[in-house]
């Protein structure tokens, strides 16, 4: 248990939709990135929000948008959405605060499917 | 890409150490190595980190080689429930933690 929950779990889309994607960050973390995961592949880094801001961004193209709220809770939003979308979308977050590097705290993900 | 290269499957006997390799020949100085694992079906769980000394933590024991282009992770009384994909990322002094480059990984299966 992490104290990082994510939600949907599971969620089918049709090609073409928009999907948002919420997190709930552990609590003091005031850092949350996100991940896309694709069958049998590591995570790839989408993007990273700190204090509300975009704070480094992955190779993903611009709609697949994000946004960290003052509760430190975040959305992952992707408009236009592919067939080739489908994957599990991991969070994680952390404390900036830490003084040397320490762990990042990953959700359970939300499975998504494009169809 | 990752930094890091790993085999990409492993087996080992349950109660038996289990040894996972792993080269990051171009680290740089101020670059960390960090273990994750991650379980069927869940998100990835932290392990271990270490700059240059070896480091031990209830879960298991991170060696670095003297020039650090390899570490080894040593889980040293493996079980069932250790099979996983483990992976060994490098990430720099001061980075934010969780700006993770993640590889393919190595799939440890745990046999009876």
């Known amino acids: 248990e992490t104290g990082v929950t994510q939600s949907p779990t599971h969620l089918i889309k049709t090609r073409g939709q928009q999907v948002t994607l919420r997190c709930s960050s552990q609590?003091?973390?005031?850092?949350v990135s996100w991940y896309q995961q694709a069958l049998g592949q590591g995570p790839q880094f989408i993007f990273q929000?700190?204090?509300?801001?975009?704070?480094g961004r992955g190779n993903f193209p611009p709609r697949f948008s994000g946004l960290q709220f003052p509760n430190y809770s975040s959305e992952l939003n992707v408009n236009a959405l592919e067939l080739d979308d489908s994957a599990l979308y991991l969070c994680a977050s952390s404390s900036s605060r830490a003084v040397v590097n320490t762990e990042a705290f990953f959700g359970q993900g939300t499975r998504l499917t494009v169809v | 890409d990752a930094k890091t290269t790993q085999p990409p499957s492993m087996d080992c006997a349950e109660g038996r150490a289990a040894n996972l390799p792993c080269n990051h020949s171009t680290i740089s100085g101020n670059e960390y190595v960090y273990w994750y694992r991650q379980i069927h079906s869940q998100g990835p769980q932290y392990i271990i980190h270490g700059l240059k000394n070896n480091e031990t933590n209830e879960m298991a024991s991170l060696i670095i080689t003297e020039d650090r282009k390899s570490s080894t992770l040593i889980l040293p009384h493996a079980t069932l429930r250790d099979t996983a994909v483990y992976y060994c990322i490098v990430s720099p002094l001061g980075y934010n933690t969780d700006k993770l480059i993640f590889g393919t990984g190595t799939r440890l299966q745990v046999f009876p």
């Open positions: 609590s003091g973390h005031n850092t």
């Open positions: 929000y700190y204090r509300e801001e975009e704070n």
